[in-house]
């Protein structure tokens, strides 16, 4: 079976490949793979919004089953903030590290106790004969006041992980795909994949 995900960030394809590594039956390609796609506005008020939308019309462009996924960082001393908002909180087409110093910059009077935050990761799975699935992964942590670490990307240098002492881009690719957000909305996607293998 081919699966598309619903993205062309090359870091995110990697964490997934490496996530089902284990299905041989599955082949796995992103929307870097296509040619002409339309463009999908991601003006949904919720993370589920967003990911189903994106499932929905990449899967009717491309006839394949789709998987979406619509993640960010709510931080509690933001009301929430960026949200579904995290990839363009510094403008349109701001850079991660735009991204992560207007955070510092609007926490920098914050206390620690009070910069607690959360990844949220939706994943929409959407196959061509009307079939839709959507799973929820949540990691806390909260917001350090420097970024640490070059691995991951987005947010992961200032999302400090207590119970590790790191942050997200202080761990190995294999660490976090043991206890992110992605990849536990993943662990459940995993679980509807081997159900659509088992009968297609």
Do not use: W
Request: glycine share 6%; charged share 30%.
């Amino acid at each position: 079976m081919k699966l598309v995900i619903a993205t062309k960030n090359n870091n995110k394809v990697k964490e997934i490949r490496e996530k089902f590594s284990d299905f041989m039956d599955l082949e796995i390609v992103s929307l870097l793979d296509f040619n002409n796609l339309p463009e999908v506005v991601e003006d949904g008020l919720t993370f589920e919004e967003n990911a189903l939308k994106k499932a929905r019309e990449y899967c009717a462009f491309t006839g394949l089953t789709v998987l979406s996924d619509d993640s960010g960082i709510e931080i509690d001393a933001l009301s929430g903030q960026p949200g579904v908002r995290s990839a363009r909180y510094a403008g349109e087409n701001a850079s991660d590290d735009e991204n992560n110093e207007l955070v510092l910059a609007k926490l920098k009077k914050v206390p620690d106790e009070k910069r607690t935050a959360r990844f949220i990761c939706v994943i929409a799975v959407v196959q061509p004969v009307n079939i839709e699935y959507l799973t929820r992964g949540i990691c806390e942590g909260r917001i350090i006041r420097d970024k640490s670490g070059t691995n991951g990307f987005g947010y992961d240098p200032i999302f400090f992980i207590p119970h590790l002492g790191k942050t997200m881009a202080e761990l190995t690719l294999t660490e976090k795909n043991k206890i992110s957000h992605r990849a536990l909305a993943l662990d459940k996607a995993e679980e509807i994949l081997k159900k659509i293998l088992e009968t297609s």
